[in-house]
């Protein structure tokens, strides 16, 4: 049964006829004439199994637009058709992996047969893989952040903050893979776990910590770092969230990982400006202007947009906060024990707790920013609640 589309590029109009009639019985087979008919197609939202350019065509040529493709969907599979004189630059793009396989002109059909079912089947291991890490271990990494939010709601409020510039960044530089740097981002502050709510909170307003205090604090990442490590595929995550407070020039590991700690390190820094009583601009600023962090990176902060011009700010009584309300104050117990931090997103097991404490809580009704649709939805409103 033909299920996964596979598109053909080739800029001659018989070739391409060519390819739909000795196909098209084994293969869902779709064609277009140029680079630029396929860049406008992914950006309206189309997608492909698997792309077959050939590699000289007017404008944007083969290996041009399959690396564009990876940019876009990286989970594409990408063969480029070549002749002869091409064949090096072919080989080259695979070993930078910016293409799957490389056919040479003239192709028999049983090759482009046999090529295509080889790329069908590192379509689906590659869409498994995905499958795998959204819902089995980001639903592992989730259990982890609402196990942080109960046990200690200042530091699960800042790996939140943290989460949405690394998740700006990110975007702004298209990374692949971003759960990965999410992932981190959300995990930052697991090893928080092991410290004493007060030594947490005084570091979080930045006050002044003793120097043990300090010491404690500071070994976080590492605490978090080996809580991580022995969890298949989140071994190179859990570098990252150890080498978050380190110096820029004490780590040596490069590509993704190297990327991953500065990215980290930025958006730590950023928030640490934050608590001191920056501005957001103001700290951005700070970090442009700093030779400490990596200035391709501090740029995308340029873009970034406060989360408030989406959202509507309204009382709601403890009772009716729903997921994905941010809170505009802490919430506290009479007895002075911190349930859930400023800035902290509203979950499923932070509602159950502040159920379970609702007659200790000092407020009967809490400040929150809420996305407009929600707000209607649930009409909620301040002379309501």
């Known amino acids: 049964m033909k299920t996964e589309e596979i598109l053909f590029v080739d800029d001659e109009v018989p070739v391409l006829e060519g390819y739909k009639r000795i196909l098209r019985e084994d293969f869902d087979i779709h064609v277009a004439g140029s680079g630029d008919e396929v860049m406008a197609g992914l950006g309206r939202g189309e997608s492909y199994a698997v792309i077959v350019s050939d590699m000289r065509m007017p404008g944007m040529n083969g290996l041009e637009l399959l690396a564009r493709v990876r940019e876009i969907s990286p989970q594409t599979i990408r063969v480029v058709l070549t002749g002869y004189a091409d064949i090096e630059n072919a080989m080259n793009a695979i070993n930078e992996n910016a293409v799957f396989r490389f056919l040479t002109k003239p192709c028999s059909s049983e090759v482009l047969k046999k090529t295509l079912t080889a790329c069908l089947m590192q379509y689906k291991l590659v869409t498994a893989e995905k499958e795998l890490l959204e819902s089995t271990l980001m639903g592992s990494i989730k259990v982890l952040t609402d196990i942080l939010s109960l046990a200690h709601p200042a530091a699960f409020g800042r790996s939140l903050q943290i989460n949405r510039y690394v998740r700006h960044m990110v975007r702004e530089l298209r990374l ?40 404690h604090f500071n070994s976080h990442p590492a605490i978090g770092c080996e809580l991580l490590h022995n969890i298949p595929r989140l071994e190179g995550i859990a570098w990252i969230i150890g080498q978050q407070l380190v110096p820029e020039d004490a780590s040596k590991m490069s590509g993704s990982l190297s990327t991953g700690v500065a990215i980290l390190r930025v ?117 309501r609640n």
């Open 267 to 383: 958006a730590v820094a950023l928030d640490d400006l934050k608590v001191q009583g920056y501005s957001e601009s103001q700290a951005i600023a700070e970090l442009q202007a700093s030779p400490r962090f990596d200035s391709r990176i501090v740029k995308t902060l340029a873009t970034l947009s406060s989360i408030t011009t989406e959202m509507e700010n309204t009382l709601v009584g403890i009772l009716n906060l729903a997921p994905g309300m941010i809170l505009e104050e802490e919430i506290r117990s009479k007895s002075g024990l911190l349930l859930a931090a400023k800035g902290q997103e509203v979950t499923y097991p932070l509602i159950v707790r502040l159920k379970n404490h609702r007659l200790q809580v000092v407020k009967e009704k809490v400040a929150v920013l809420v996305f407009e649709d929600l707000l209607s939805s649930r009409h909620l409103h301040p002379s």
């Open 176 to 215: 692949e893979a971003p759960w990965r740097y999410e992932a981190a981002a959300m995990l930052s502050q697991l090893g928080c776990i092991t410290l004493e709510p007060e030594v947490l909170e005084a570091a979080y307003c930045g006050n002044i910590l003793t120097a043990e205090q300090q010491s």
